[in-house]
């Protein structure tokens, strides 16, 4: 603390460097967290949709008419034709699966795996968020992992009579 004091009472303009070594610190701090906000901020609202496409996908490609006899069966390729659906149509993505926002690129979604198995009805979707920083200093491109899963189970037992 005592150094500090000195250089701050200092006359030969040591000073001004220190203050200005000290607001570099402060700025470059604050453009990580920005950053790092963003970055969550975005990976959060794209799990959040891709977990409603999965769901609404597994939904759709249920068979029903094996329901009644306490069956829980799905058509796979249904449900991944419909997970496609939902991604080109709400999520409003391209062949490639990028996404712009006028025309400004955003981010791409990359699916390494895409699970379907029919008995238990479950989809899984693993892949990552391939996005870039919104400052130019701050080069290359991001991978965010995400997994996403959706099950419809049978319920056999239980609820209201």
């Known amino acids: 603390m005592g150094a500090i004091k ?18 570099f610190f402060i700025l470059t701090l604050a453009v990580i967290l920005i950053e790092y906000f963003r970055m969550e901020s975005l990976y959060q609202q794209v799990e959040y949709v891709l977990q409603r496409g999965v769901n609404s996908a597994v939904e759709y490609a249920m068979k029903d008419e094996y329901r ?4 829980a069966l799905m058509d796979t390729e249904v449900a991944k034709e419909t997970l496609y659906d939902y991604l080109y149509e709400s999520m409003e993505l391209d062949s490639g699966l990028n996404k ?3 025309d400004e690129w955003v981010y791409e979604l ?7 198995t029919e008995s238990p009805p479950r989809l899984t979707l693993d892949g990552a968020i391939r ?10 491109e991001i991978e965010l992992p995400f997994s996403i ?3 419809n189970t049978q319920i056999t037992e239980g609820g209201s009579q």
């Not at 000195?6 to 607001?23: A, E, H």
């Not at 009644?68 to 069956?71: A, S, T």
């Not at 990359?110 to 379907?116: S, V």
């Open 131 to 140: 996005t870039h920083s919104i400052f130019a200093f701050l080069p290359g």
């Open 110 to 116: 990359k699916i390494e795996n895409l699970h379907a």
């Open 149 to 151: 899963s959706s099950v």
């Open 68 to 71: 009644r006899d306490g069956y």
């Open 6 to 23: 000195r250089t701050l009472q200092n006359r030969k303009g040591d000073t001004f460097v220190f203050i200005l070594i000290l607001v």
């Open 100 to 102: 712009y926002a006028g």
